[in-house]
């Protein structure tokens, strides 16, 4: 589970990411990756909407999505944002293929703004 220092739980915070972020396109996520010219620990937020499922398949999907982040935390740098949207095709993606996708938007350089 993700702390909360590693959680992004503000909207401002969110669209933040979502304008200025470098953008990551996967088959099953899009990625919004932004840096903090302050610095901080790494931070992380879901967007699943209902486009892809009901509450469960959603709630299921956000749930690999945080563990994926989670895993992947250590090798995050500094500073960084970053905003996962689920598309539709996650519903059935595996667990494998969505940490894959998080570990390639975590690889993707990003530069501060």
Known sequence: MLAKVN?????????????????VVAGNTVSYISMNPNGGQ????????????????????????????FSALTGTNEGTNIVIR?????????YAELAAEVDRAIATPVRSR
Do not use: C, E, M
Not at 44 to 67: C, D, E, S
Not at 86 to 94: E, G, H, I, K, V
């Open 86 to 94: 689920a598309l539709p095709r996650a519903a059935t993606a595996t």
């Open 42 to 69: 790494p931070r992380f937020g879901f967007i699943v909407a209902k486009t892809v499922g009901n509450a469960v398949v959603r709630n299921t999907v956000r749930r690999r999505l945080k563990a994926a982040s």
């Open 7 to 23: 959680r992004i739980v503000t909207g401002a915070d969110y669209r933040a990411v979502v304008r200025r972020g470098r953008r």
